[in-house]
């Protein structure tokens, strides 16, 4: 699978990432497990990571931030995969995210629906497979989510409840998977959902931005 603009898999900073994470794995489902955990648990999760322009998702600019929200994780994932010849490609959900704090619940309007949640799906073994790399280790135990585990044999997830068996992440809407970053996709249903939502796309990016910087 070829590289692009965003899953610049051909970065130097990437192909030698890739390269060290699978020196010395065989086969794609351990290279795969090897290369999630990495994305999962050493790029940081930041909900308010910059996110208004298309080269805030690039997979190297991720790497170097060393944090991201799920989309830019998402991306580095399928990136690394690629780097390491594993097919790799997006997915996207929107999600309830029940535990969602009030600071971000305010930022994006007062509810709990984060659209085009984001994932990878990576090709192993003659499947797809999925696999959500959002919530590293450390967040999950400060907020008491259950942290997702990739075996590279079955779907990782995000759990539907947290550790104390409250309602967590709710699935409402697949969008499917994209060779590519859908960029122009993601801006145009953002819009929709920021109008449905009552409010002037300006407003919405102007207090994105403030907390990002914040």
Known sequence: MKCTEVIDCGAGSVREEAR??????????????????????KVKHDPYAPGL???????????????????????????????????????????????????????????????????????????????????DVECCLQNGFVQVEFDGINDAKDSPYNRDGRPHIEHVKDHGHYEDFPWDEIVSYRKEWVSQIGREWGEYTENVSKHSID
């Open 20 to 41: 060290e994470l699978v020196e010395g794995l065989e086969t794609d489902r351990d290279k795969a497990v090897a290369l999630f955990y990495f994305v999962r648990d």
């Open 53 to 135: 322009s298309c080269e805030d998702y690039k997979a190297s600019v991720t790497l170097e931030r060393g944090k991201g929200f799920c989309q830019q994780k998402a991306v580095v994932l399928v990136a690394l995969s690629r780097a390491a010849e594993i097919p790799a490609r997006l997915g996207y959900v929107d999600v309830r995210d029940h535990l969602l704090s009030y600071k971000f619940r305010k930022m994006i309007g007062g509810g709990n629906l984060l659209i085009q949640h984001g994932y990878a799906e990576l090709y192993i073994d003659g499947k797809w497979v999925h696999a959500s790399p959002s919530y």
